[in-house]
């Protein structure tokens, strides 16, 4: 059963690096107490009916809803070993991008069966994780079965996205605090989207996420600017950001062109990644 596109709380899902697709998993020997390190992963064995096998999930898995009645065993990327150790998994199913890299050499030296899932930021890398989970599990039809569906999600996605005659260009800001912007560059879960949306990234001269002087951001002339939409310090209002005298002068400040989804809906990559795409595609250019 496919789960609705609602968006749900925040999933600290940026800048993990890529990896060939052509890597290949062998089955698990024992998946009854599963752990699986990455929200995309987790919400793929969900999609795919296995979330029985689950014992533990990570901070950046919290969709669909019912994962957070599991044991929480840290952050991804600033993992105990202790804490994924005490739930007492017999396999753990790791995305590329987790760490830190320490915790992660105890954990695949702990004597519980481990691997790692490659992480990209594109459609064919959603496919590759819906395969490598599917091997993980020794459930490859059932896995089959989810990539075909997907592979025709995002082939709609492209057909929609060839109406487009000009490309607009997206500024996607992680953070404003102080009016100081952060905003993505290359190489990143936001750059991907907005390819995959149909549109270009304004800022193209440095990889990851960064602070942009004024000077940058007028010279980006974002046509819209792009948001996850949480609460707290981060999250600057829509009347703060074109309040910023560098974005008050490009043309999404101008317009108040700027569009919020919730960001493991928008930054995770798994099953939901090609609605995503295509409603951020709709708030940019409008139905087309």
Known sequence: MRYSFVPLALAALLSLPHAAFA?????????????????????IIYELGEEGR???RDQTATFPEAVNALPDVGYMRQLAPEGVLSVS??????????????ALDVLSNAGVAYQTVP???????VIAKVRAVGQALAIDEKA???????EAEFAALEQRNSAITTRKRVLFILSNQGGQIQASGTGTAADGIIAMAGAVNAIIEYPGYKALSEE??????????????????????????????AIALTPAGQNKAIFRLDGAYLLGFGPRTAAAATELSGLIYGEH
């Not at 890597?23 to 919400?43: H, K, M, N, P, Y």
């Not at 990209?120 to 890398?125: K, T």
């Not at 600017?225 to 005298?245: C, F, K, N, T």
Request: glycine letters at 10%; charged letters at 25%; zero cysteines.
């Open 23 to 43: 890597q290949e998993l062998r089955a698990f020997e024992d998946t009854s107490r599963l752990v699986s390190i990455g929200g995309s992963l987790t919400e």
């Open 89 to 102: 998994p017999t396999a753990l199913l790791v995305l590329e991008g987790s760490g830190p890299p320490d």
């Open 119 to 125: 992480e990209s930021y594109s459609a064919q890398g």
């Open 144 to 150: 089959e079965a989810l990539a075909a569906e997907l």
């Open 54 to 56: 689950l014992v533990a």
């Open 216 to 245: 940058a951001i007028t010279e980006a002339a974002p046509d819209v600017i792009v948001m996850m939409d949480r609460g707290g310090d981060h999250g600057a209002s829509d009347a703060e950001l074109l309040e910023h005298p």
